[in-house]
């Protein structure tokens, strides 16, 4: 068993949240937009899980990335701005939630457009929870 403080499993997660949300650009350009969607995905949930871990001391067990804000509201003291958030992303957020499951064991698959609304959000979401972090 692997054993390390909260500080560097921080930093690992906020790294594959990086990288992942780097390999979702470079699968959309090659055209893989599933497997683009499911990185944007990743993305979001390994930052917001990384900030949980920092703020709260703990990572919870769901890939609802609503869910995961929410969360980071509460540690925060930021439970306005996040739901207002929420509220106005909502169809996105719920798209970015399907992805999950929907990339990898469904049949019906995404397309450009979605991929790039995946990418775009995933960022919007980093950028505002970058930004309540440091308020």
Aim: with cysteine.
């Amino acid at each position: 068993m692997l054993i390390m403080s909260s500080s560097n499993a921080t930093k690992i997660l906020i790294n594959r949240s990086k990288s992942f949300l780097e390999a979702a650009k470079e699968n959309f350009l090659r055209g893989l937009y599933d497997v683009a969607c499911f990185e944007a995905d990743q993305a979001v949930q390994l930052m917001l899980k990384a900030y949980l871990l920092k703020y709260g001391g703990f990572i919870p067990r769901t890939h609802s990335v609503r869910k995961l804000l929410g969360e980071l509201g509460k540690v925060l003291g930021k439970i306005g701005e996040v739901k207002k958030f929420i509220s106005e992303n909502r169809s996105g957020l719920v798209m970015l939630e399907d992805v999950y499951m929907r990339s990898r064991y469904s049949l019906e698959g995404y397309d450009a457009s979605d991929a790039e609304l995946c990418l775009n959000l995933a960022s919007k979401i980093i950028d505002f929870v970058g930004k309540i972090v440091k308020i």
